[in-house]
């Protein structure tokens, strides 16, 4: 967790193209042979086996009743009892990262992000074959966001707290650790775990619009009664819930996940009330004041602004424009200076080898995020003809899709240590994970109570890999001078998070589809010079 600051079958993601013909089926193999020797004096990524292993690892953070169709065998039923203290069926939801804690904010940007992906590469996604697994990890998050909103103005926040977590190393079918439940309501607000959950809900709507209308309009129902529960009651949640300040603290304050919310809440439902809050609440709130260079589950003005600057030259909100310009020119100060290119010190930090690194704690979050924001950015310039313009020069749409795939990349393996950051991807990657229920031995295969510290005698200071692999996790990653330390208490650099590897699995697909299209057009070039 953030402070303050059975693998599975491998599918073989191929281009699939119909009804080519015999000549070209040969040219195409021909291709392949050519490529698969090329490429092993090089370094080529399977994007295919990241993005189905990434979506495993939602699984593995499963809290409540492990479904019948669970693919990561070595977990079991967990936390059944939740929010029974409390009155409340606050059963299932994520566990964040390596221990039991469901924390609300990272929760619903975990699930904010998923959705966000999955809006926008969703036909990647679903070529890819992975449409049904993503979907089912934005159902197990937004599923408990019901439940936690048990009236208009009551959210449950958290259920147990960190302190007395961190005092014990179990599985979480074993917990022994308090269960509290705590909530934010009209007395004690939280404008910013409302405003996310809001987003995370809205977000979710118009994923499963066409798939499943009836709970697309729940979850849209949640989302507006949250947004309003926030908007009139304001104040952040770190200041209702004493017990989360050390972990997730709401530095930013709830003003972004205001904005961010109506954002939202614009796409799913084309009211213009939302979009008028955004233009509104653009200078007080901060949307067009900040200039940022991170996103996070903490910080949401870059991700805000990149969407509202899409709405810029859009005939429909001509009027808008002054408001929007500023919000694009915030929107390009983030890009800018992920790619270098603002002045000085205006931009991100990057480690000898070229990642970016924003803070010493889980700075593979900020990598991730980074990544996303920059492809979405980067199609919305290709697909409206435009550049972005930087302190340091005009760049261009592939430039800045290069840059993220580069990051993207060095996750995989294209780094120093020649380590795979993503759990379980490729041959070397971390073994010693920070994280209670991977690094002990599965309850499926010895169902023997172990007590509260049995976990730190037996299992956290063992030399040993973890005997589960958390397949798909993205972990903290390297320091600032690309240098990582495998070891078990190492979690600044070992323990992974829900939001590190949610908006991967978008970009995943979409360097995929890239290398899926690349494939067929050298074997249509091919074939048009084979006459």
Same mark, same amino acid.
């Given at each position: 967790?953030?402070?303050?600051?059975?693998?599975?079958?491998?599918?073989?993601?191929?281009?699939? /193209?119909?009804?080519?013909?015999?000549?070209?089926?040969?040219?195409?193999?021909?291709?392949?042979?050519?490529?698969?020797?090329?490429?092993?004096?090089?370094?080529?990524?399977?994007?295919?086996?990241?993005?189905?292993?990434?979506?495993?690892?939602?699984? /593995?953070?499963?809290?409540?009743?492990?479904?019948?169709?669970?693919?990561?065998? #070595?977990?079991?039923?967990?936390?059944?009892?939740?929010?029974?203290?409390?009155? +409340?069926?606050?059963?299932?939801?994520?566990?964040?990262?390596?221990?039991?804690?469901?924390?609300?904010?990272?929760?619903?940007?975990?699930?904010?992000?998923? %959705? #966000?992906?999955?809006?926008?590469?969703?036909?990647?996604?679903?070529?890819?074959?992975?449409?049904?697994?993503?979907?089912?990890?934005?159902?197990?998050?937004?599923?408990?966001?019901?439940?936690?909103?048990?009236?208009?103005?009551?959210?449950?926040?958290?259920?147990?707290?960190?302190?007395?977590?961190?005092?014990? #190393?179990?599985?979480?079918?074993?917990?022994?650790?308090?269960?509290?439940?705590?909530?934010?309501?009209?007395?004690?607000?939280?404008?910013?775990?409302?405003?996310?959950?809001?987003?995370?809900?809205?977000?979710?709507?118009?994923?499963?619009?066409?798939?499943?209308?009836?709970?697309?309009? =729940?979850?849209?129902?949640?989302?507006?009664? =949250?947004?309003?529960?926030?908007?009139?009651?304001?104040?952040?949640?770190?200041?209702?819930?004493?017990?989360?300040?050390?972990?997730? /603290?709401?530095? %930013?304050?709830?003003?972004? $996940?205001? =904005?961010?919310?109506?954002?939202?809440?614009?796409?799913?439902?084309?009211?213009? $009330?939302?979009?008028?809050?955004?233009?509104?609440?653009?200078?007080?709130?901060?949307?067009?004041?900040?200039?940022?260079?991170?996103?996070? #589950?903490?910080?949401?003005?870059?991700? =805000?602004?990149?969407?509202?600057?899409?709405?810029?030259?859009?005939?429909?909100?001509?009027?808008?424009?002054?408001?929007?310009?500023?919000?694009?020119?915030?929107?390009?100060?983030?890009?800018?200076?992920?790619?270098?290119?603002?002045?000085?010190?205006?931009?991100?930090?990057?480690?000898?080898?070229?990642?970016?690194?924003?803070?010493?704690?889980?700075?593979?979050?900020?990598?991730?995020?980074?990544?996303?924001?920059?492809?979405?950015?980067?199609?919305?310039?290709?697909?409206?003809?435009?550049?972005?313009?930087?302190?340091?020069?005009?760049?261009?749409?592939?430039?800045?899709?290069?840059?993220?795939?580069?990051? +993207?990349?060095?996750?995989?393996?294209?780094?120093?240590?020649?380590? %795979?950051?993503?759990?379980?991807?490729?041959?070397?990657?971390? $073994?010693?994970?920070?994280?209670?229920? /991977?690094?002990?031995?599965?309850?499926?295969?010895?169902?023997?109570?172990?007590?509260?510290?049995?976990?730190?005698?037996?299992?956290?200071?063992?030399?040993?890999?973890?005997?589960?692999?958390? +397949?798909?996790?993205?972990?903290?990653?390297?320091?600032?001078?690309?240098?990582?330390?495998?070891?078990?208490?190492?979690?600044?650099?070992?323990?992974?998070?829900?939001?590190?590897?949610?908006?991967?699995?978008?970009?995943?697909?979409?360097?995929?589809?890239?290398?899926?299209?690349?494939?067929?057009?050298?074997?249509?070039?091919?074939?048009?010079?084979?006459?």
């Amino acid at each position: 967790m953030e402070k303050m600051k059975k693998p599975h079958n491998n599918k073989h993601h191929y281009f699939r /193209a119909s009804k080519i013909s015999i000549l070209q089926q040969h040219c195409c193999l021909c291709l392949f042979i050519f490529t698969i020797i090329f490429t092993s004096t090089t370094q080529a990524f399977d994007y295919g086996d990241a993005l189905s292993k990434s979506l495993l690892y939602f699984e /593995a953070q499963r809290s409540g009743r492990i479904p019948y169709n669970q693919r990561v065998t #070595w977990r079991d039923h967990s936390g059944l009892t939740d929010g029974l203290e409390q009155g +409340v069926d606050l059963v299932g939801g994520y566990y964040d990262a390596g221990d039991h804690v469901k924390f609300g904010l990272p929760m619903a940007f975990t699930v904010t992000m998923l %959705s #966000w992906g999955a809006i926008e590469y969703m036909q990647e996604i679903a070529d890819a074959g992975e449409l049904e697994h993503t979907m089912e990890a934005i159902k197990w998050g937004t599923d408990y966001f019901i439940k936690a909103h048990t009236s208009p103005n009551v959210l449950w926040a958290e259920v147990g707290d960190g302190d007395t977590d961190h005092y014990c #190393w179990q599985r979480p079918e074993d917990m022994t650790t308090s269960r509290r439940a705590f909530k934010i309501d009209d007395t004690n607000p939280g404008s910013d775990l409302a405003g996310e959950t809001a987003a995370a809900m809205a977000a979710a709507s118009i994923v499963f619009r066409n798939t499943n209308p009836h709970y697309s309009h =729940l979850l849209l129902h949640h989302a507006r009664q =949250l947004f309003e529960f926030g908007d009139k009651y304001r104040g952040n949640y770190d200041a209702s819930i004493d017990v989360v300040k050390s972990y997730y /603290a709401s530095v %930013s304050g709830y003003m972004d $996940e205001l =904005l961010w919310a109506a954002m939202w809440l614009y796409k799913a439902t084309d009211k213009e $009330e939302y979009f008028e809050y955004v233009i509104s609440n653009a200078q007080s709130f901060g949307g067009t004041g900040w200039s940022i260079s991170e996103f996070s #589950w903490d910080v949401k003005y870059a991700g =805000l602004q990149i969407i509202a600057s899409q709405y810029l030259n859009d005939e429909k909100h001509k009027n808008h424009d002054d408001i929007l310009e500023q919000y694009r020119s915030k929107a390009e100060f983030y890009v800018c200076s992920c790619l270098n290119k603002n002045n000085g010190s205006n931009n991100v930090e990057r480690t000898p080898a070229g990642l970016l690194y924003v803070r010493q704690w889980n700075n593979m979050q900020y990598v991730s995020n980074a990544a996303f924001l920059l492809t979405v950015y980067a199609d919305f310039l290709r697909n409206t003809n435009q550049m972005l313009n930087c302190y340091e020069g005009t760049v261009g749409h592939e430039e800045i899709l290069n840059f993220a795939k580069s990051q +993207v990349d060095y996750i995989l393996g294209s780094n120093p240590m020649h380590m %795979s950051y993503l759990v379980g991807y490729g041959p070397n990657y971390p $073994e010693r994970v920070h994280h209670r229920g /991977a690094s002990i031995v599965s309850y499926k295969d010895n169902k023997g109570f172990i007590g509260c510290t049995q976990g730190y005698d037996n299992w956290y200071g063992s030399e040993a890999p973890n005997p589960n692999v958390l +397949v798909g996790a993205l972990v903290g990653g390297p320091d600032s001078q690309d240098n990582f330390e495998d070891q078990r208490n190492n979690y600044m650099q070992t323990e992974a998070c829900t939001y590190n590897t949610a908006p991967l699995v978008a970009v995943f697909a979409k360097l995929l589809h890239i290398e899926n299209q690349k494939f067929a057009d050298d074997c249509n070039s091919l074939l048009g010079c084979s006459f």
